[in-house]
């Protein structure tokens, strides 16, 4: 394991603890999106210009409900960001093992298999954000 490896695994460790403190410290909005702006980030600009939610709208919400176990009003703020919540949950622990056995934390995009994964991930954000703007329209 080489210095970037340490880096990226004590870089990783701390940023997933700081995207979980940060979802647990924000109140989920009411309205399924808009829970980064609690954070002081800006409103989305892409639902601001089209009335559509974006590729990642409701992901804070997601998170922040997923924070409070609140899985059902994650899973309707944005399926996706259940998902991903779990993986930053995950996150630590996995940057913890690297530091412990030496291995770089992305030693498994070296397997075969990792192929398909960006293709695989791309095609579930996608059917997500789909899913997200047939809610959208229901809505409306």
């Given at each position: 394991?080489g ?9 990783g460790?701390?940023?997933s603890?700081?995207?979980?403190v ?27 210009r ?8 409701g992901?804070?919400t997601?998170?922040?409900h ?14 996706l960001?259940?998902a ?9 622990w996995?940057?913890v ?12 995009l070296?397997?075969?298999r990792?192929?398909?994964w960006l293709?695989?991930g ?8 789909g899913?997200?703007?047939l809610?959208?329209?229901?809505r409306?």
């Amino acid at each position: 394991m080489g210095r970037f490896d340490s880096l990226l695994a004590v870089a990783g460790l701390l940023g997933s603890l700081a995207v979980l403190v940060a979802a647990r410290s924000v109140e989920p909005d009411p309205s399924g999106r808009g829970t980064h702006e609690r954070l002081g980030l800006a409103p989305c600009s892409f639902l601001m210009r089209t009335g559509k939610p974006c590729l990642t709208c409701g992901m804070t919400t997601a998170f922040a409900h997923m924070a409070r176990a609140e899985p059902l009003g994650a899973l309707r703020a944005n399926p996706l960001g259940a998902a991903l919540f779990l993986g930053a949950l995950a996150t630590p622990w996995w940057c913890v093992r690297s530091l412990r056995l030496r291995r770089s934390p992305l030693a498994f995009l070296d397997a075969p298999r990792a192929r398909v994964w960006l293709p695989v991930g791309a095609l579930v954000l996608l059917l997500n954000w789909g899913w997200m703007l047939l809610r959208a329209e229901g809505r409306a």
